[in-house]
């Protein structure tokens, strides 16, 4: 998929019929005869010269900026974005770095909303990003517009407060731990203050396990049952959203409501969002893996014990849980035994479920079910997992048949929460039964990985859905009038095949999609060095390649007096590269700073505040690190970031790509490393003013022919391939 660009923008006011098309598509012909209905027009169209005069020189966001320079490609994007709202279309647009993505998509949303008082979804990946437009971009641009627009911003549901449960826990108090029992003191106190119930809203501290105890959950929320609903604070949030035209949410959040609305829910109310038409997809490179975790599913013997010990526990002699609260009402106290006995069954059943999982994962820490395994998961595993269905399927039945059917009970918290409970554990029985028939289930990953929680080791069984282009083609892109991919990386060698292949845009009508890159404004040709040490050993040669990255990346961020980020691609050769630099680091006074020893969001605050510190990273450290200015000069890419051929879901959709006719290396592991290689050269330059210089220790992008793609991928800058001292001697120079 090439970039398509839009044809001349109309001027005015004028209507059109929905679903016109790109007029430079190649079949315009035919569809014009497609799209030419006698439907009449129902909305107004933007005028692209009055939004675009706000980004001008003295124009209305301009005069409210200090900062402000006008910038080509920023108008060349909400032309784009103008055209995909005018004419129906998706459009798909890489922004560089520092083009203002955001200004560009605002002004043509919030204008369409005035026009047309019709909804505007945003939604983005991260929270930082979220709250940055709810908060700063979105009030200026209203401003600038001189107008007032209801704005909702709705994190994903995990992140409010539950007040139901928050009472539940309450009254359980005394099997808190004492970190626990302090965040329920602190929260009995920030509840009476908190406006939102937002987890983002607490300063005490909050365990984890706290926080999962009260937090919202969508299958235990009884809604208009519930005792609390009128002082729930989600439900208000959803009262609010119901009548805002503009909603900031999450991708989790957007595929939600747009599986619930193509499996059946419809597409006249509220869902999980309200009704909208129009979406924009910030931080759009994330959007495939988003949308597999969304539509994954997993069970492990702690999620187990957790949903069984909640309906029925030993603790300390006494016997806790839901149903031994319920039972005398139900006048079963007969059963206890059998509630007792079955309950145990089904722990043992997972304990050695999870015994003879973790064997199946010694050697490389997963397990697939394919059909070259199938003989271990005949031998060992089916049996296992059909016991442990069979032990749950008969405690659900049990349950039921307590419960009864009658519905005079809806109102009742503690059978509302065993009937919530119930529903899980038969999502766990039907889980068991794909994995046992796994055969059947050819569109599916499932697999098994190995964790260790507090030197404790144990697996989850894991099912992906092999490819998620069709499901967001349906329940994103078919229903949506205009939907606007943005993300700093959507291309690979300048198309942006790989990314609409792999999301589903590739599915939909060509005719309907407008696709074009804007470049990054900042001066990358005179400010940023590239430099790859010609004398690097291939990273195949293990020993020799890891000594190498070790001795340069304490080497390099020395000759530069620190303010670097190194990234890895595994956290081991992270630990061994640490260890072996620290020393020579601090010496010179430079703060080491590694992932892992402190949670993401403080490690960074401190890498920011210490100017000169080094952050050795890995995984998400590629991307969302913002870090302008002096604080950041360096940025080492130890390897070029291909993933390992074992992960599971990788190695499933390799393979079925080959079994296409594909070549899964150059249609899947390149494009997909190219991406993440150009989310951490993008850490270096974060405002027009940074200089600084990335070294790339792998020298695969010099001496394979694949190299080339990663090169071409990236903006021109001033270039070094040279020996390692060479380049040492020429970053001293350019950053002098
Ligand atoms: S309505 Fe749902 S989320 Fe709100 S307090 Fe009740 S159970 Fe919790």
Redesign the pocket.
């Known amino acids: 998929m090439k970039p398509v660009k839009p044809p001349r923008q109309k001027t005015g006011d004028e209507k059109v019929p929905s679903r016109t098309r790109n007029k430079r598509t190649p079949d315009e012909k035919a569809h014009k005869e497609q799209t030419s209905s006698d439907t009449p027009p129902d909305e107004q169209t933007l005028n692209e010269q009055t939004i675009i005069a706000a980004l001008e020189e003295g124009g209305a966001i301009a005069k409210r900026l200090d900062t402000y320079e006008m910038r080509q490609s920023q108008l060349d994007l909400m032309r784009l974005v103008i055209h995909g709202f005018n004419y129906d279309a998706i459009v798909a647009a890489e922004a560089g770095t520092g083009v203002g993505k955001s200004f560009a998509y605002l002004l043509p949303a919030l204008n369409h909303v005035l026009l047309n008082n019709k909804r505007i979804v945003i939604s983005t990946a991260t929270i930082t990003l979220q709250e940055q437009l709810y908060n700063k971009d979105i009030p200026l641009v209203l401003a600038a517009l001189g107008v007032g627009i209801k704005v909702v911003l709705m994190k994903g549901?995990g992140n409010?407060l539950?007040?139901?449960?928050?009472d539940e826990t309450s009254r359980e108090q005394s099997f808190l731990t004492d970190p626990e029992y302090e965040a329920l003191k602190a929260m009995n106190t920030w509840i009476d203050t908190t406006h939102t119930g937002a987890r983002s809203d607490i300063s005490f501290p909050l365990p984890d396990s706290f926080w999962s105890r009260v937090a919202?959950?969508a299958d235990?929320?009884?809604?208009p049952h519930?005792?609390?609903?009128e002082?729930?604070?989600?439900?208000a949030l959803r009262a609010q959203a119901a009548v805002a035209p503009v909603l900031v949410v999450n991708h989790h959040l957007l595929f939600a409501d747009a599986s619930a609305r193509r499996d059946g829910a419809g597409y006249d109310g509220m869902v999980v969002l309200p009704l909208y038409h129009r979406v924009i997809i910030d931080e759009a490179h994330t959007v495939e893996e988003a949308a597999t975790s969304f539509f994954s599913e997993q069970f492990s013997r702690f999620s187990i014990y957790r949903q069984t010990g909640r309906l029925f526990r030993r603790q300390r002699g006494n016997l806790r849980g839901l149903l031994v609260l319920v039972l005398p009402a139900l006048h079963a106290e007969n059963q206890l035994n059998e509630i007792e006995s079955i309950n145990q069954k089904i722990r043992d059943s997972a304990d050695t479920l999870d015994k003879v999982a973790l064997e199946l994962c010694k050697q490389e820490g997963v397990f697939r079910l394919t059909p070259d395994t199938d003989k271990d998961i005949h031998a060992t595993l089916s049996p296992l997992i059909e016991d442990l269905r069979s032990q749950v399927q008969a405690y659900t039945a049990l349950i039921k048949s307590l419960l009864g059917t009658s519905a005079e009970n809806e109102e009742n918290v503690i059978i509302w929460e065993i009937k919530a409970i119930r529903k899980r554990l038969e999502s766990i029985a039907q889980l068991c039964r794909v994995f046992i028939e796994y055969q059947q289930h050819p569109d599916k990953v499932l697999w098994l990985e190995r964790h260790n929680s507090n030197g404790e080791p144990w697996v989850s069984f894991t099912s992906t859905p092999l490819n998620v282009s069709t499901v967001l083609k349906e329940a994103i892109f078919d229903p949506n009038k205009t939907v606007v991919c943005v993300s700093a990386t959507l291309t690979v060698n300048d198309t942006f095949d790989y990314w609409a292949n792999r999301c589903g845009l590739a599915l939909v009508d060509k005719r309907q999609v407008l696709c074009d890159q804007f470049p990054s404004p900042f001066p990358y040709a005179t400010s940023v060095l590239l430099a790859i040490p010609t004398d690097a050993p291939l990273p195949q040669a293990d020993v020799p390649y890891r000594d190498f990255v070790n001795m340069a990346a304490g080497s390099l961020a020395a000759c530069v007096g620190g303010s670097a980020l190194i990234l890895f691609t595994s956290y081991s050769a992270l630990e061994s590269a640490y260890n072996a630099s620290k020393t020579l680091l601090e010496k010179q006074g430079i703060r080491c700073l590694k992932q892992g020893d402190d949670d993401r969001s403080r490690l960074l605050k401190t890498f920011l505040t210490e100017e000169t510190s080094v952050l050795f990273a890995t995984d998400s450290f590629w991307e969302g690190i913002d870090a302008p200015g002096d604080t950041l000069r360096l940025v080492i890419l130890c390897r070029l970031p291909f993933r390992t051929p074992n992960e599971p879901v990788f190695a499933a959709r390799c393979e079925d790509l080959e079994q296409r006719g594909g070549n899964s290396f150059m249609e899947l592991s390149v494009p997909e490393a190219v991406m993440k290689f150009k989310q951490g050269f993008g850490r270096l330059m974060r405002r027009f003013s940074d200089h600084g210089v990335v070294v790339v220790l792998d020298t695969r992008v010099i001496r394979k022919r694949y190299g080339k793609i990663f090169l071409s991928s990236l903006p021109e800058t001033k270039i070094c391939f040279a020996n390692l001292q060479t380049i040492t001697n020429k970053i001293e120079r350019f950053l002098e």
Do not use: A, I, K, V
Not at 226 to 229: A, D, G, L, T, V
Not at 231 to 235: G, L, P, V, Y
């Open positions: 549901r409010y539950c007040l139901r449960r928050f919202c959950e235990l929320c009884m809604g519930c005792p609390e609903r002082r729930c604070f989600f439900q």
